[in-house]
């Protein structure tokens, strides 16, 4: 399918261009995750995006699917109601950085914890956008932030290591630059039959950006493409990772999920 | 029947934020008035590499007739 | 089973689990919290029995969310709690009342402000249930004061909830919810089930929220082929966020309205040796037991007592309040709380009547003589 049969099918076409500002790498992670929908040919009834508030939140109202514009911090919980409730819908979760990591931090852990098969795609700008540029977990040490006049004075989390350690089971980075290797992440997140946690890094040009002087989102995109290495190469040869962030697919095990535990119980039951 | 390819450009959605402009390897594309324009159509190799970055659906490669198999 | 009856001897707590089951709770998502906790265990017990599902989340915000999720999957989902967990409840329990997803909140209350008394009865929550959340919204609250009403009124609260679309909270005590009691299981036929009405439309002339002459839209579940935008931001009828600030108004209020405009639908109260009544005590959940005895008491005395117990304690029963004021002598709002109940019932009155409080706000029943003292002594 062709980029537009793509949007054709996928698009609520009348409700883009949607609201991010020019050059947000939103709408590139967007699309990656409709790329991976298709390439698995899912049954758009079947289908449920959830978010929670914040520049990433308005994703699903653009797609046309079953989609839930949910409270600040807490789609994931709603997404538990809905996957534990209808093990058959494949629920996806867009959240931002604040959205799944500030205010969603207990949330995201437990779900990490629990390994119920939704996948956690998180659209990481290293700002508050939708406020005006706060920092944010991910906002690095030292970096400026309409909160952070004088450098963060916090430290970020990494977000893969924390859901690893959380316990979930198919963890993955990749950009905007990296938009078609994205696909492929997220492709398998989706087939994990557990908890998959996807960050996605995304480019803030209007506060991020421009308050840390990162220069247009062109040159944003470029940092990605300069400072990211796959995780397989850095594994052959540790000295190419020194520095550099680690793309591509960080972790994989496998472990009970959630809904089938439940399924098992149920069924036990009825005999 | 063959395919065909065609670069489409919706100015409509387009937000001129340069992606397109500058990852495009055969310098098919400007910006002109804040919108992406299309000015050297016949260097185009369709190689997407506009489409995959685009923020906004804005630009991308439509294939004309033959059949999808994707 | 006597008389073709099945009756147990239950706590409240473990008749609203029945209750709920008996309405067609499929789902139920909680956090342990004193004294709501039986709920949670008897339903993490009964669901999965009958193909039901129960999870524990990790806080109350989760919880009121999970069901919120499950209820747009399609099935009858319920939480329980009290007042710390209420609190945290708050800001999802707007988010169903704005998107419209049916749900029960069970509130059995104690002690507070903060931790309070986790262990002792209260009735401070009354304003909460109605005000909890930010903005207005519609809000109905059921208080039981038996074991049996705690069963009947769970049902009640389901078919509230699926008919208007919108939370519904049972608002208990822990006076309610740990007294054992006989409850009667009624037969399956013998009860009615609301179910949320579904749209008799296609997917592609599917309005989500363009409501009905009833003022409620019908509801797809996620999953039936009715793929449409669920917010908690202002919406127009198809469901998508706007700016349109006349739209907006519009939404708000028809939320209320809706409710409101049928309160006749589920005004229930009882009134307790009123018909001569000059002294009328306003008593509801724990409390109103309590005032029973104090009315049967003061009557043996010859004195000419009643009571009126608001069952439906939001919307307020307007009416029937100011009916009551035109022709009791005097009002006593008795309430383990420093009168919240107590603002609605003297603003109803008005001039008609003059209200009194009777309050206690020790984590202690108010007794029979406590409420007998307190009108004696306003001689």
């Keep these: 399918m062709d980029a537009s049969q793509l949007i054709q099918k996928y698009y609520r076409l009348d409700k883009l261009p949607h609201i991010w500002c020019p050059g947000c790498g939103h709408g590139i992670l967007l699309n990656s995750l ?116 004088y450098g963060n004075p916090d430290s970020p989390f990494d977000i893969c290591q924390l859901a690893k350690g ?25 087939k994990n039959k557990g908890f998959s946690l996807i960050e996605g890094l995304s480019m803030c040009p209007t506060y991020y950006g421009r308050k840390n002087r990162k220069g247009s989102a062109v040159d944003m995109l470029k940092f990605f493409k300069d400072n990211c290495i796959d995780k397989r190469l850095v594994d052959n040869n540790p000295q190419l990772g020194e520095g550099k962030i680690l793309i ?17 119980i149920i069924d036990k039951l009825k005999e | ?45 369709y190689c997407q590499l506009c489409e995959i970055r685009c923020p906004d659906n804005a630009i991308y490669i439509k294939t004309v007739g033959g059949n999808d198999h994707d | 089973m006597t008389n073709g009856q099945n009756y147990i001897l239950a706590q409240g707590n473990e008749a609203c689990v029945e209750g709920a089951l008996a309405a067609g709770m499929k789902f139920f998502a909680g956090y342990p919290i004193t004294p709501s906790t039986e709920i949670a265990e008897l339903s993490a017990q009964r669901l999965p029995q009958l193909g039901g599902k129960f999870i524990q989340m990790e806080d109350e915000i989760a919880s009121m969310a999970a069901i919120i999720g499950a209820s747009l999957a399609g099935v009858k989902a319920m939480t329980a709690t009290s007042g710390p967990g209420f609190s945290l409840m708050q800001e999802n329990i707007g988010f169903a009342a704005m998107a419209e997803v049916p749900c029960v909140i069970v509130n ?52 509230l909830a699926e008919k208007y679309r919108t939370p519904v909270v049972l608002l208990m005590d822990e006076t309610v919810g740990h007294m054992r009691e006989k409850l009667i299981l009624r037969e399956e036929r013998e009860i009615e089930i609301i179910n949320r009405k579904k749209p008799r439309v296609k997917p592609e002339e599917y309005i989500p929220y363009k409501a009905d002459e009833d003022l409620v839209p019908p509801m797809a579940s996620f999953g039936e082929g009715y793929r449409y935008h669920v917010t908690g931001l202002a919406h127009d009828e198809t469901g998508f966020p706007t700016n349109n600030h006349k739209i907006a108004g519009q939404l708000t209020e028809r939320l209320v309205r809706k409710v409101k405009l049928n309160i006749d639908d589920f005004s229930y109260y009882e009134e307790y040796r009123l018909e001569d009544a000059e002294t009328v005590i306003v008593a509801y959940g724990g409390v109103s037991r309590s005032a029973m005895l104090a009315i049967d008491r003061m009557r043996e005395q010859g004195r000419k007592v009643g009571m009126f117990r608001p069952i439906t304690i939001w919307p307020v029963l307007e009416k029937e309040l100011k009916a009551l004021s035109g022709r ?32 206690k706000v020790t984590g202690e029943l108010i007794t029979p003589d406590e409420i007998i003292d307190a009108i004696d002594g306003g001689k």
């Design chain 2, 1 to 45: 029947m063959e395919n065909k390819k065609e670069l489409i450009l919706n100015k409509e959605w387009c937000k001129g934020c340069w992606i397109c402009v500058e990852f495009c390897p055969k310098q098919v594309l400007d910006m002109k008035d804040g919108k992406c324009q299309i000015v050297n159509l016949e260097d185009c190799i």
């Design chain 3, 108 to 159: 059995v209350q104690r002690g507070g402000p903060s931790t309070g008394l986790p262990t002792s009865p209260s009735q401070g929550d009354v304003m909460q249930a109605k005000w909890g959340s930010h903005g207005d919204y519609p809000a109905i609250a059921l208080t039981p004061n038996s074991v049996q009403e705690s069963y009947e009124l769970t049902i009640k609260a389901f078919n």
């Design chain 1, 166 to 190: 959380a316990g979930a089971t198919y963890i993955a980075r990749g950009t905007a630059y990296h938009a078609r290797e994205l696909d492929k992440l997220i492709e398998r997140g989706i």
């Design chain 1, 34 to 149: 409709v790329r991976a929908i298709d390439n698995l040919g899912l049954n758009k009834d079947e289908v449920v995006v959830v978010s929670g508030i914040g520049c990433s939140s308005r994703a699903p109202g653009y797609l046309d699917f079953n989609t839930l514009h949910t409270t600040h911090g807490r789609a994931l919980a709603f997404a538990t109601g809905i996957k534990h409730a209808n093990p058959n819908l494949h629920v996806i979760v867009i959240m931002g950085d604040g959205d799944s990591f500030a205010i969603g931090g207990n949330h995201l852990i437990h779900a990490c914890r629990r390994n119920i098969d939704i996948t956690a795609i998180v659209f990481n700008n290293n700002i508050y956008g939708m406020t005006g540029g706060q920092y944010s977990p991910t906002t690095p040490y030292g970096d400026l932030a309409a909160t952070a006049p």
């Design chain 1, 248 to 264: 591509g697919e960080l972790y994989k095990s496998t472990r009970p999920e959630y809904t089938e535990s439940y399924k098992a």
């Design chain 3, 328 to 359: 009791a002598k005097e009002i006593y709002v008795a309430e383990m709380n420093l009168g919240q109940y107590y603002l609605e019932v003297d603003r109803i009155a008005g001039k008609r009547c003059p209200v009194k409080k009777i309050n």
